[in-house]
């Protein structure tokens, strides 16, 4: 048991309490509205939420890519799918390899590999990992 509690509130971000929850090593955040605890945020509704973002349980084809960091790629990216007659589910981005790069997952429907593969490739640094998921 711990004395002194983190929290967060009912109006928090999530990713803020995510933070929290990863760099004090916790696996629980009570949720208060003054000083009433009203519920708590688990790794399990950070898995949920992660999962949900990805577009995990829409199948679909998942692509993994270094973009560069500049205004409009993503937007350039998001372009191509749509002219493959593809629809994205799904969207997550972190940091990338260089500085200057961004890691991008997204998850498309309506479309096979190859051809998202094919029309990607002009757009993006490097493709890090493609597959179809859940067909």
Do not use: W, Y
């Given at each position: 048991?711990?004395?002194n ?11 803020e ?24 945020i ?16 829409i ?77």
């Open positions: 048991m711990t004395k509690v983190l929290t967060t509130c009912e109006s928090c971000q999530m990713e309490a995510a933070m929290v929850m990863a760099d004090h090593k916790i696996g629980g955040l009570p949720v208060m509205r003054g000083s009433d605890i009203v519920g708590i688990t790794e399990t509704d950070l898995f949920k939420l992660f999962i949900e973002m990805l577009g995990t349980r199948p679909g084809v998942r692509l993994s890519a270094e973009l560069e960091d500049v205004p409009g790629k993503l937007f350039e990216l998001a372009g191509v799918v749509k002219e493959v007659g593809g629809n994205i589910h799904g969207l997550g981005t972190m940091l990338g390899e260089t500085t200057h790069t961004q890691r991008v997952t997204i998850k498309v429907s309506g479309v096979d590999m190859e051809t998202l593969r094919k029309a990607v490739e002009p757009v993006v640094v490097k493709i890090k990992d493609i597959r179809t998921m859940g067909m």
